[in-house]
């Protein structure tokens, strides 16, 4: 876990917030940063689409980790023959989704409000190094809600997971006021 990571789990340790900083982001161009990044460690391991071009205020940072974690939490627990994709579409009038899915492990749906609990951790893929802390999820899940979204995960034993971050989008109009 890095340094942001340790600061954060030990805010929601004391039951301190999380500050955000939002700005106006472009959401493509992030989403281009993280998977690139990853590519340099996991070529050809997933496929990325987008249906738009978003724009929209966030805390840009926070974004960033949201898609890291769950990106790298389903190559971690997807197997060399596996896929995994990340989709981003915008609901119009409504916000974003981003939709991240795998042909991994997966888990049982009684674990599904589980994993986003702190420290929580799924002990049953001991092939699978460096499985993390458990704290993941929790921050993940908080900074959604802190950008007024929610997080769900579908999830079946052997066949993979699927999580859905839904967002609300905020735009700037030519006249510079803000569209909700």
Known sequence: MDVKGLLDASRLEAGQDMPIETKLCDLDFTIREVTD?????????F????ESKCQGYWDEDGLR???????SN??????????????LEEVV????????GDTGVGFSNELSEKIFQRFFQINNH????NQGSGIGLSITQEFVKLHGGNIKVESQA???SIFTVSLPLLELLENNNVHT
């Not at 990044?37 to 391991?45: H, K, N, Q």
């Not at 001991?126 to 190094?129: A, R």
């Open 37 to 45: 990044e990853l590519s340099l460690s996991y070529p050809d391991c």
């Open 47 to 50: 496929k990325v689409e987008s």
């Open 65 to 71: 980790r949201v898609i890291e974690n769950l990106l």
């Open 74 to 87: 389903a190559i971690k627990f997807t197997g060399e023959n596996g896929s995994v994709y990340f989709h």
């Open 93 to 100: 009038d409504k916000g974003i989704k981003l939709i991240i």
């Open 126 to 129: 001991l092939n699978i190094l």
């Open 158 to 160: 052997g066949k993979g």
